[in-house]
């Protein structure tokens, strides 16, 4: 089918001669002859000419081309060749196709050095003309690697040699292929695998050397299956194919299997190929019985059969009985006088190289009389109430058609079948029973009777309490438990009583300290069952349970809202109950419930609730009931309460009373200036006697805020303060005489100088007065006499005072300059000033908050000047400047 690397032999002749040039060009390569100078042509003509000859004679040392097509086309007159083809230059991508010529039956003439012969088809690829006329023939290819050529139609006057003329601008090739044409289709080819076995999928393939894009065709199977069809159209290989996959059957041994060509333009049946199917199977088993019912009378003959098919053939038979193999041999098996004990399953089995198979059973039945029959009762253990079957057993074939029932021997009416039922049985119903069968062969007899023994739990169960007065909690109680017939005896008893696991198999139960919530109580008797009896209530009778205080609001209970206390319990036997209430240990209300209208803080405690019954009495839990409340009655306590000395430490608290207790505090002193402290506690460390005075803060929760009133602080002095002061005080005291001596003197001077300044104003017409008012001063002697501690701070004070005068007649000239110019002054240096001291004793009580009976001042006052004469005064700096130490 491919034909590769080789043109026709003539045609290798025709395109080398008078060539030299390599398949590579004018590039080197190492398997081709170098070109050699023009000079040294003539040394080697001779060996030229043998290697031109070589080449001449051989088709496979130089190859242009290299083409790939199929060996050999197949067709049929009216169909149509599509012939795959490819090619490839050796002198690389370069190298194209510029001509093509289709020839049939072509031969190589010598003397032309051409081809000669039928030409289908001519063209010039470069110009793209076309000398075909028939329009049969067409190119389908390129001219760099795809030489693909369509014949359509073909006729049968096609076959024969083919050949296509390729040329370049320097090659030329001749590629030749066979065609087979034939009158009519050619039948399809079907293969088989060598073996087919039953129920192995299995693939047939029917194929076709033809194909072509043009004309269609179909290929269909004889039988069903899984139908897959190609089209191959490759420069290797052009085919059609079917493939068939089926599942081949035992049937289909011996069958024909046909794969017909089909056209379906036409719709007309081409050409099919038939092939004959062996198909190998397992053995095909059955059993022919004569007589053929295989029902015989005991004593009777039976002839079994077993017919065989199979390929390939079988090997032996074997035959079997309910499974068992029997000693038979051979596909026929006669049983001359059949008993009872031959009916039963009858099979034949047999094998080949396929596989063993075993026939369908045949049932052979042996008839004969009923055997003498008997009673069966279901269930064996029989409980009164129950559904009672009885059974009559009796082998016989046909089987009984008429069954007779005795009940102590005597017949039951009605009762014919093989069985009956008691639904609900009864004591009555036990008995003796017995049965009688018959089939159509005649009657059986009766073997045994059956005792029908009905059983049942005790009766009548019940539980009595052996102390039937009134039972307290904490009692013991005795129970017993009694029961009226059983069948079976009893045999034990079971209390259902916890906490009494030692007495739960006794007739008799003891409860030791039985509870208030005592469960009923009740007992069963056993025997193979059990019997319980109705539940005994123990009405234990016991105090009031689970009391407990209910408080409405549930959620926080506040100053001024209406809060209701009930008391609760959860049972008590009897019910007839009281109540009563205590806060804080104390007796109150006996009521259910206590209101509050308007709830206090002095409500606030713990309360219990009692509840009390004929039996006893009890109590709830302690219930804390809290009332909140904005702060109030807050005060201010200072530690040390009684003062505190000068330099030690001052505790000042703000207590309050409050619920929740206050999350915040502020501090104000007796100026109500905030002091910017937030705690509980000021700590004044250390203390001064300006921290003297009074003191107030305020607290707030988050239901309100209060303040308190003022409280004083007082700070005494330290023993260090009073000797210092008690020096200053000596001091100033003998300052003080020192002084009144020089103002005695100073008083002297100053009249002596008055009396001086009056004749200057007389003459310089200005004058002066000082009004003095002096307040008389007690003597030291009339002073009350100091109680107690000496307070230094009320010290005698000295005051100085300056009087500045008017200037003289030298200065007259220059207050005159003074009025033309407001912004003159007088010069610093000169000082026409009097000082006077007064000394000034104020006499005050011993303790400072303590206030004197009589105040006694003295001192000197200078309380204005007066100017005499006329004219204005000169700007000069003038005034009083009083000066006071205090110390």
Same mark, same amino acid.
């Given at each position: 089918?491919?034909?590769?690397?080789?043109?026709?032999?003539?045609?290798?002749?025709?395109?080398?001669?008078?060539?030299?040039?390599?398949?590579?060009?004018?590039?080197?390569?190492?398997?081709?002859?170098?070109?050699?100078?023009?000079?040294?042509?003539?040394?080697?003509?001779?060996?030229?000419?043998?290697?031109?000859?070589?080449?001449?004679?051989?088709?496979?040392?130089?190859?242009?081309?290299?083409?790939?097509?199929?060996?050999?086309?197949?067709?049929?007159?009216?169909?149509?060749?599509?012939?795959?083809?490819?090619?490839?230059?050796?002198?690389?991508?370069?190298?194209?196709?510029?001509?093509?010529?289709?020839?049939?039956?072509?031969?190589?003439?010598?003397?032309?050095?051409?081809?000669?012969?039928?030409?289908?088809?001519?063209?010039?690829?470069?110009?793209?003309?076309?000398?075909?006329?028939?329009?049969?023939?067409?190119?389908?290819?390129?001219?760099?690697?795809?030489?693909?050529?369509?014949?359509?139609?073909?006729?049968?006057?096609?076959?024969?040699?083919?050949?296509?003329?390729?040329?370049?601008?320097?090659?030329?090739?001749?590629?030749?292929?066979?065609?087979?044409?034939?009158?009519?289709?050619?039948?399809?080819?079907?293969?088989?695998?060598?073996?087919?076995?039953?129920?192995?999928?299995?693939?047939?393939?029917?194929?076709?050397?033809?194909?072509?894009?043009?004309?269609?065709?179909?290929?269909?199977?004889?039988?069903?299956?899984?139908?897959?069809?190609?089209?191959?159209?490759?420069?290797?290989?052009?085919?059609?194919?079917?493939?068939?996959?089926?599942?081949?059957?035992?049937?289909?041994?011996?069958?024909?299997?046909?794969?017909?060509?089909?056209?379906?333009?036409?719709?007309?049946?081409?050409?099919?190929?038939?092939?004959?199917?062996?198909?190998?199977?397992?053995?095909?088993?059955?059993?022919?019985?004569?007589?053929?019912?295989?029902?015989?009378?005991?004593?009777?003959?039976?002839?079994?059969?077993?017919?065989?098919?199979?390929?390939?053939?079988?090997?032996?038979?074997?035959?079997?009985?309910?499974?068992?193999?029997?000693?038979?041999?051979?596909?026929?098996?006669?049983?001359?006088?059949?008993?009872?004990?031959?009916?039963?399953?009858?099979?034949?089995?047999?094998?080949?190289?396929?596989?063993?198979?075993?026939?369908?059973?045949?049932?052979?039945?042996?008839?004969?009389?009923?055997?003498?029959?008997?009673?069966?009762?279901?269930?064996?253990?029989?409980?009164?109430?129950?559904?009672?079957?009885?059974?009559?057993?009796?082998?016989?074939?046909?089987?009984?058609?008429?069954?007779?029932?005795?009940?102590?021997?005597?017949?039951?009416?009605?009762?014919?079948?093989?069985?009956?039922?008691?639904?609900?049985?009864?004591?009555?119903?036990?008995?003796?029973?017995?049965?009688?069968?018959?089939?159509?062969?005649?009657?059986?007899?009766?073997?045994?009777?059956?005792?029908?023994?009905?059983?049942?739990?005790?009766?009548?169960?019940?539980?009595? +309490?052996?102390?039937? =007065?009134?039972? *307290?909690? /904490?009692?013991? !109680?005795?129970?017993? @438990?009694? &029961?009226? %017939? #059983?069948? $079976?005896?009893?045999?034990?008893?079971?209390?259902?009583?916890?906490?009494?696991?030692?007495?739960?198999?006794?007739?008799?139960?003891?409860?030791?300290?039985?509870?208030?919530?005592?469960?009923?109580?009740?007992?069963?008797?056993?025997?193979?069952?059990?019997?319980?009896?109705?539940?005994?209530?123990?009405?234990?009778?016991?105090?009031?349970?689970?009391?407990?205080?209910? +408080?409405?609001?549930? =959620?926080?209970? *506040?100053? /001024?809202?209406? !809060?209701?206390?009930? @008391?609760? &319990?959860? %049972? #008590?036997? $009897?019910?007839?109950?009281?109540?009563?209430?205590?806060?804080?240990?104390?007796?109150?209300?006996?009521?259910?419930?206590?209101?509050?209208?308007?709830?206090?803080?002095?409500?606030?405690?713990?309360?219990?609730?009692?509840?009390?019954?004929?039996?006893?009495?009890?109590?709830?839990?302690?219930?804390?009931?809290?009332?909140?409340?904005?702060?109030?009655?807050?005060?201010?306590?200072?530690?040390?309460?009684?003062?505190?000395?000068?330099?030690?430490?001052?505790?000042?608290?703000?207590?309050?009373?409050?619920? $929740?207790?206050?999350?915040?505090?502020?501090?104000?002193?007796?100026?109500?200036?905030?002091?910017?402290?937030?705690?509980?506690?000021?700590?004044?460390?250390?203390?001064?006697?300006?921290?003297?005075?009074?003191?107030?803060?305020?607290?707030?929760?988050?239901?309100?805020?209060?303040?308190?009133?003022?409280?004083?602080?007082?700070?005494?002095?330290?023993?260090?303060?009073?000797?210092?002061?008690?020096?200053?005080?000596?001091?100033?005291?003998?300052?003080?005489?020192?002084?009144?001596?020089?103002?005695?003197?100073?008083?002297?001077?100053?009249?002596?100088?008055?009396?001086?300044?009056?004749?200057?104003?007389?003459?310089?017409?200005?004058?002066?007065?000082?009004?003095?008012?002096?307040?008389?001063?007690?003597?030291?002697?009339?002073?009350?006499?100091?109680?107690?501690?000496?307070?230094?701070?009320?010290?005698?004070?000295?005051?100085?005072?300056?009087?500045?005068?008017?200037?003289?007649?030298?200065?007259?000239?220059?207050?005159?300059?003074?009025?033309?110019?407001?912004?003159?002054?007088?010069?610093?240096?000169?000082?026409?000033?009097?000082?006077?001291?007064?000394?000034?004793?104020?006499?005050?009580?011993?303790?400072?908050?303590?206030?004197?009976?009589?105040?006694?001042?003295?001192?000197?006052?200078?309380?204005?000047?007066?100017?005499?004469?006329?004219?204005?005064?000169?700007?000069?700096?003038?005034?009083?400047?009083?000066?006071?130490?205090?110390?």
């Amino acid at each position: 089918m491919k034909k590769e690397g080789k043109g026709v032999g003539v045609g290798a002749q025709e395109e080398l001669s008078g060539r030299c040039q390599r398949p590579g060009g004018s590039k080197t390569n190492s398997s081709w002859p170098r070109l050699l100078p023009r000079h040294s042509t003539m040394h080697l003509l001779g060996p030229s000419l043998l290697l031109l000859g070589y080449l001449v004679f051989s088709d496979s040392t130089y190859n242009a081309w290299t083409f790939k097509h199929p060996k050999t086309l197949y067709a049929w007159d009216g169909a149509c060749v599509w012939i795959p083809c490819t090619y490839s230059s050796l002198k690389g991508s370069g190298h194209i196709l510029d001509n093509l010529t289709v020839y049939h039956n072509f031969t190589y003439d010598k003397m032309a050095k051409n081809y000669i012969g039928t030409i289908l088809y001519s063209k010039n690829l470069t110009t793209e003309e076309s000398t075909s006329s028939q329009e049969r023939v067409r190119f389908l290819g390129n001219r760099r690697n795809n030489c693909t050529l369509l014949i359509n139609p073909v006729r049968v006057d096609d076959s024969g040699l083919l050949g296509l003329r390729v040329m370049s601008r320097t090659d030329k090739w001749m590629a030749s292929l066979n065609l087979s044409i034939s009158e009519r289709a050619p039948q399809p080819h079907i293969e088989l695998p060598q073996e087919i076995r039953e129920d192995q999928e299995v693939t047939a393939t029917c194929s076709l050397n033809f194909a072509c894009y043009d004309y269609q065709i179909h290929l269909q199977w004889s039988l069903e299956g899984s139908v897959t069809t190609s089209t191959i159209l490759s420069p290797e290989t052009v085919a059609t194919q079917s493939r068939l996959s089926f599942q081949p059957s035992w049937t289909h041994n011996g069958k024909n299997l046909t794969c017909q060509l089909w056209d379906p333009m036409k719709k007309q049946l081409l050409s099919e190929k038939t092939v004959l199917l062996e198909v190998k199977y397992a053995p095909k088993l059955k059993i022919q019985v004569s007589p053929e019912e295989a029902t015989v009378t005991e004593g009777e003959s039976v002839t079994m059969r077993c017919q065989v098919m199979s390929n390939p053939p079988h090997k032996n038979v074997s035959w079997f009985k309910d499974r068992i193999q029997l000693k038979e041999q051979g596909t026929t098996v006669t049983l001359p006088e059949v008993t009872r004990t031959m009916s039963g399953q009858y099979t034949c089995q047999v094998s080949n190289e396929v596989g063993t198979r075993r026939s369908d059973a045949v049932d052979l039945q042996v008839h004969y009389a009923p055997e003498p029959s008997s009673v069966q009762i279901s269930p064996s253990s029989i409980k009164e109430g129950v559904t009672v079957e009885l059974a009559c057993i009796s082998a016989a074939n046909p089987p009984p058609a008429n069954y007779t029932w005795y009940f102590n021997g005597q017949e039951m009416l009605g009762k014919n079948g093989r069985t009956f039922q008691i639904p609900q049985v009864l004591v009555k119903h036990a008995g003796r029973y017995s049965c009688l069968a018959e089939n159509s062969l005649g009657p059986g007899s009766v073997d045994q009777e059956a005792d029908l023994d009905v059983q049942y739990p005790p009766k009548g169960v019940t539980t009595v +309490i052996q102390n039937p =007065t009134p039972i *307290r909690e /904490g009692d013991s !109680v005795t129970l017993s @438990c009694t &029961f009226n %017939s #059983s069948n $079976p005896r009893v045999t034990r008893y079971n209390w259902n009583s916890p906490g009494s696991q030692d007495q739960t198999s006794q007739e008799k139960l003891t409860i030791q300290k039985v509870t208030w919530d005592a469960a009923p109580v009740k007992c069963e008797a056993c025997n193979q069952w059990c019997s319980w009896s109705p539940s005994v209530n123990l009405n234990v009778h016991y105090a009031p349970k689970d009391v407990s205080i209910q +408080i409405s609001p549930h =959620t926080e209970v *506040r100053s /001024g809202e209406q !809060v209701l206390l009930r @008391c609760e &319990f959860s %049972s #008590s036997h $009897p019910e007839d109950v009281h109540y009563f209430w205590k806060k804080d240990g104390n007796l109150l209300e006996k009521r259910k419930t206590l209101t509050f209208d308007s709830i206090s803080p002095e409500d606030s405690g713990t309360y219990h609730c009692l509840v009390n019954n004929s039996i006893g009495q009890t109590s709830s839990e302690a219930c804390e009931l809290r009332v909140l409340y904005a702060p109030r009655r807050l005060r201010v306590s200072i530690s040390p309460k009684d003062g505190v000395v000068e330099g030690k430490m001052a505790v000042l608290t703000c207590e309050s009373d409050a619920n $929740p207790a206050p999350s915040h505090y502020n501090w104000f002193d007796g100026n109500n200036q905030d002091l910017h402290h937030y705690g509980q506690t000021l700590r004044l460390e250390p203390v001064k006697l300006q921290h003297s005075g009074s003191y107030w803060c305020r607290g707030a929760n988050r239901l309100g805020q209060s303040q308190s009133p003022p409280t004083t602080l007082t700070v005494y002095y330290s023993a260090a303060t009073i000797s210092r002061r008690a020096a200053l005080g000596v001091g100033f005291c003998l300052a003080i005489f020192l002084l009144a001596i020089w103002g005695v003197k100073l008083q002297r001077s100053w009249k002596r100088i008055q009396r001086q300044q009056g004749l200057q104003e007389s003459s310089s017409g200005q004058s002066f007065f000082v009004r003095n008012i002096k307040a008389r001063r007690t003597p030291q002697a009339e002073r009350p006499h100091s109680l107690g501690c000496y307070n230094p701070v009320m010290e005698d004070a000295v005051s100085y005072a300056t009087l500045s005068f008017p200037l003289g007649e030298t200065d007259t000239q220059r207050l005159r300059d003074a009025e033309s110019s407001e912004m003159r002054e007088i010069p610093p240096s000169r000082d026409d000033s009097v000082t006077y001291a007064v000394v000034q004793n104020r006499q005050v009580a011993d303790y400072e908050n303590v206030t004197p009976e009589v105040l006694d001042d003295e001192g000197i006052h200078y309380s204005e000047l007066v100017h005499f004469g006329n004219g204005k005064r000169a700007l000069a700096q003038e005034g009083v400047e009083y000066v006071t130490l205090k110390h």
